[in-house]
T-cell receptor, first 116, second 116 residues
């Protein structure tokens, strides 16, 4: 079965630095991969989607890369701010024909703390 | 646009009672909604896929007679936890697929259930 690992449970960085979070998966490559932000006691909020044929996606201070050879996605937040402190989840969607539905499988998340 | 709400946000009940949780898409119609469960410090686990007008598809290990799902309209899906027990205490989150994008799930704020 597919296993999704996010590099560390918690990551602390200094304000202004770039935060880099890692998502590794085993077995089959997903059709696409998404990153979500989740604040305590709240539902996840969608940030970025990257497809299996794309190498990089950007949105403001966020950047996602996808390496199907390494079976890894990196999520970067540049010029980090204390307001970026949250848990970040990666989620994989198998190709439609494998599951028959647009299911998402989530990693356990990395709790990011940006220190002022 | 793409707002999903859940009600209630927090519920406490006695063991043996049933609890209904509502998930609504407020500004769009969703033929497909998903129900997740999240235990403390763990990732979201997909419980079932809810399709409007048809029976829900449950993930392996999820008891369909215990977690009743009804998707009676294009804006409402309900999850009923029947005969709840303390081990059912968890954070239940729903999501909905927006008709413009079948790849992005919009999540509700979650419902925290505590069974005494």
């Amino acid at each position: 079965s597919q296993k999704i690992e996010q590099n560390s449970e918690a990551l602390n960085i200094q304000e202004g630095k770039t935060a880099t979070l890692t998502c590794n998966y085993t077995n089959y490559s997903p059709a696409y991969l998404q990153w979500y932000r989740q604040d305590p006691g709240r539902g996840p909020v969608f940030l970025l989607l990257i497809r299996e044929n794309e190498k990089e996606k950007r949105k403001e201070r966020l950047k996602v890369t996808f390496d199907t050879t390494l079976k890894q996605s990196l999520f970067h937040i540049t010029a980090s701010q204390p307001a970026d402190s949250a848990t970040y989840l990666c989620a994989l969607a198998p190709f439609f024909y494998q599951t028959g539905a647009n299911n998402l499988f989530f990693g356990t998340g990395t709790r990011l703390t940006v220190i002022p | 646009g793409a707002v999903v709400s859940q009600h209630p946000s927090w519920v406490i009940c006695k063991s043996g009672t049933s609890v209904k949780i509502e998930c609504r898409s407020l500004d769009f119609q969703a033929t497909t909604m998903f129900w997740y469960r999240q235990f403390p410090k763990q990732s979201l686990m997909l419980m079932a896929t809810s399709n409007e007008g048809s029976k829900a598809t449950y993930e392996q290990g999820v008891e369909k007679d215990k977690f009743l799902i009804n998707h009676a309209s294009l804006t409402l899906s309900t999850l009923t936890v029947t005969s709840a027990h303390p081990e059912d205490s968890s954070f239940y989150i729903c999501s909905a697929l927006h008709p413009r994008s079948q790849e992005t799930q919009y999540f509700g704020p979650g419902t925290r259930l505590l069974v005494l």
